[in-house]
Nanobody
Framework: QVQLVESGGGLVQPGGSLRLSCTASGIIFSIYTLTWYRQAPGKQREFVAAIFSSGSTNYVDSVKGRFTISRDNAKNTVYLQMNTLKPEDTAVYYC???????WGQGTQVTVSS
């Protein structure tokens, strides 16, 4: 069973940046698609970004041009660089490997002045 540990969240002002990290254990990391999701208060969890084993990426329209997903297979870690943050980006962010059912504990991102 894969274990996922997210980190890097925090409080940031609008227009600021954060980099989230998610480290996985228990799997051959490099072969999997990796994703980030988020869940805002009172809303359903939504897809944010994906990076495939090939390195190609996909994003939800609302973050295109502001967020960048990347991976370091040697460190079993996926990153989400978030720039030009907006209050509507406030949410708990989770990483997910689609082949597995479990989620990490998430990391809180709050964008507020």
């Amino acid at each position: 069973q894969v274990q996922l540990v997210e980190s890097g969240g925090g409080l940031v002002q609008p227009g600021g940046s954060l980099r989230l990290s998610c480290t996985a254990s228990g799997i051959i990391f490099s072969i999997y698609t990796l994703t980030w999701y988020r869940q805002a208060p009172g809303k359903q969890r939504e897809f944010v970004a994906a990076i495939f084993s090939s390195g190609s990426t996909n994003y939800v329209d609302s973050v295109k041009g502001r967020f960048t997903i990347s991976r370091d297979n040697a460190k079993n870690t996926v990153y989400l660089q978030m720039n030009t943050l907006k209050p509507e980006d406030t949410a708990v962010y989770y990483c997910k490997i689609p082949d597995y059912n479990n989620w990490g504990q998430g990391t809180q991102v709050t964008v507020s002045s």
